[in-house]
């Protein structure tokens, strides 16, 4: 399975930015595709899941800004970001649970909120 996210790029503080994930190779296991961020270190922080293409969940820091979404035909996954803040700044992941315990991740995509 590979992950690629493409769609970041410096925005401006109140701007909007559209991430997105596609996946190919051996897909047929997966069901759940996630987003996280990495702002410093190594720690990456969860923000939205999306799971069998419909039921979403998000981290309260993004709630009510960020939507998650996935069109099947495309494989793709979306995160809609709005109402962007400087604090949302970091390497943006798509994350996506295998079978037996595997993990894929995406290389990431950046992104910049200017002040």
């Known amino acids: 399975v590979q992950l690629v996210e493409s769609g970041g790029g410096l925005v401006q503080a109140g701007g909007s930015l559209r991430l997105s994930c596609t996946a190919s190779g051996n897909i047929f296991s997966i069901n759940e595709m996630s987003w996280y961020r990495q702002v410093a270190g190594p720690q990456r922080e969860f923000l939205a899941t999306i799971t069998d293409g419909t039921r979403t969940s998000y981290a309260d820091s993004v709630k009510g800004r960020f939507t998650i979404s996935g069109d099947t035909a495309k494989k793709t996954t979306y995160l809609q970001m709005t109402s962007l803040k400087p604090e949302d700044t970091g390497v943006y992941f798509c994350?996506?649970?295998?079978?037996?315990?595997?993990?894929?991740w995406g290389q990431g995509t950046r992104v910049t909120v200017s002040s």
């Open positions: 994350y996506a649970p295998g079978l037996r315990g595997l993990q894929y």
